[in-house]
């Protein structure tokens, strides 16, 4: 059976976020009613390539408060046994609520242009 | 409980969603998924959070998730609470678990009322939480019955014949409150501690519960996307959306403004009133901040201040 580049496409994007379905499936072969049956799929998909600018923290000045893991909405400050250990910038949409809500005595985060990064490879995530 | 401890709990939401970047929901779904001690199954109304959240094949909940209607998340919980109790009492589930509906305005002030309303009157053990962004955001800004008036909406466009919406919003915690249920509060997502602490009340209480939750829109507010949580901040120090509780059919107000702020330095922050400044609405502007003092001073007095 030849699939069409969609069909596949599709498939990959199944395998991807560990949905079940054989190689060879077809659209019956999808779980009905749109059931999604693995949670929190949506790690897979980064959301980081809509950002235009991005928060840039220092350590130093942190005193972990904790805003910015709280605020976020994309999820993307990593805390680990109570500490902040930056920012992960797979999901960050740059919207700048951490800059924000990170006390204006500490200014811990700045957000710069994207272009500034154009060489860090990071950019390539998302 | 302090923010980084409450960051050491595993959480139930994830990245990778799409909603708008800059989105208040996600961080009333954080606050109160945190809040939520037992496993969780979520129902959800159609509408933004829905939508961006569980794009097929990819979810950002990392719990049990059932997408409803547009009108019926009340309904559906209530038959997934119901069962989950029958199956209990034949000894085939023996975890507890918690029961959330989320809607936004649009599908629980308007269209999801009457489910919202039997599921109350039934007194299922189910949280029911309005994200309450003052309008149908997901199919392009329309008002609801929880839009304040005088905002620009698709079908209120501020122009020669309107200055945005003509109706106040209805108070539908005190709708909720006068269901007779348990507990009912209004919450805003800036007061996070505040809001965590509701949604515990809201999860031990045995019956039914409901939070009704600011939670900015930046795209139909018209904001700027860092500035969302000082905007949700903003309706509550000028008491145009106050934070308080209904327990046991005692009211009791959470926070106060220290001084509350003009009405209209709260509408300045948003594009969405920017016409209410571009002419003479004095008379308008006066007659919003006069009804939001009405409602403040009877708020202030069920709360017995
Ligand atoms: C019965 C029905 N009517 C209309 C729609 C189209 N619709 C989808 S989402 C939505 C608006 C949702 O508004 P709200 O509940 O406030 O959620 P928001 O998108 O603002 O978060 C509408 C009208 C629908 N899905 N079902
Ligand atoms: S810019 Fe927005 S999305 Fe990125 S880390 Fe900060 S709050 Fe999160
Ligand atoms: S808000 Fe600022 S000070 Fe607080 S934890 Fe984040 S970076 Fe550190
Ligand atoms: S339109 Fe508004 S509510 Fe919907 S995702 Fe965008 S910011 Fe969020
Ligand atoms: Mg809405």
């Not at chain 1, 009905?32 to 923290?57: L, S, Y």
């Not at chain 1, 992960?88 to 272009?115: F, Q, R, S, W």
């Not at chain 2, 939508?51 to 409803?68: D, E, K, L, N």
């Not at chain 2, 989950?84 to 034949?90: A, D, E, G, N, P």
């Amino acid at each position: 059976m030849t699939l069409s580049s969609q069909t596949k496409n599709l498939l990959k994007v199944h395998q991807q976020v560990n949905v079940n379905i054989e190689p060879n499936a077809g659209w019956r072969d999808l779980p009905i009613g749109g059931v999604i049956p693995q949670a929190g799929t949506a790690t897979q998909f980064a959301t980081g390539d809509w950002r235009t600018i991005r928060p840039v923290w220092s350590k130093e000045k942190c005193i972990n408060c904790h805003r910015c893991w709280l605020y976020c909405p994309d999820m993307s400050w990593i805390s680990e046994n109570g500490q902040i250990q930056g920012v992960d910038l797979t999901y960050c949409k740059g919207c700048g609520i951490c800059a924000n809500v990170c006390p204006a005595k500490v200014h811990a985060i700045e957000m710069h242009p994207e272009d500034n990064f154009k060489d860090d490879e990071v950019v390539k995530e998302g | 409980m302090a923010l980084p401890d409450l960051a050491k709990k595993p959480q139930r939401f994830t990245g990778g969603h799409r909603a708008c970047a800059g989105c208040g929901f996600p961080v009333t779904i954080k606050i109160i998924l945190q809040a939520a001690e037992n496993p969780v199954v979520v129902g959800c109304a159609t509408g933004c959070m829905e939508v961006t959240s569980t794009i097929y094949p990819y979810t950002a909940w990392r719990c049990s998730f059932i997408h409803t209607a547009f009108e019926n998340a009340a309904a559906t919980m209530s038959g997934v609470e119901a069962a989950y109790r029958s199956l209990k009492r034949q000894g085939k589930i023996d975890k507890d678990i918690d029961f959330i509906a989320f809607g936004g305005d649009g599908g629980t002030y308007d269209i999801g009322l009457q489910a919202l309303s039997g599921a109350m009157e039934r007194g299922h053990k189910l949280v029911y939480v309005c994200y309450n962004n003052q309008g149908y955001m997901n199919t392009g800004i329309q008002r609801s019955s929880a839009t304040p008036r005088g905002a620009n909406t698709t079908t209120t466009p501020a122009g020669t014949h309107l200055p945005g919406k003509p109706q106040y919003p209805k108070d539908l915690t005190a709708i909720m409150a006068a269901h007779g249920i348990p507990y009912a509060a209004q919450a805003s997502m800036s007061h996070w501690n505040d809001l965590y602490r509701k949604a515990q009340k809201a999860f031990a209480v045995d019956g039914p519960a409901f939070l009704n939750v600011l939670s900015t829109c930046r795209l139909g507010w018209a904001t700027a996307p860092e500035d969302t949580v000082d905007v949700a901040e903003g309706a509550v120090q000028c008491n145009v959306w106050p934070l308080f509780e209904v327990e046991n059919g005692k009211w009791k107000l959470t926070f106060k403004p220290k001084k509350p702020l003009p009405v209209a330095d709260w509408m300045k922050q948003q594009g969405r009133f920017k016409h209410l400044f571009q002419s003479d609405n004095t008379e308008l502007l006066e007659s919003i901040q006069r009804q939001v003092d009405e409602d403040w001073q009877r708020l202030l007095e069920l709360c017995g201040e």
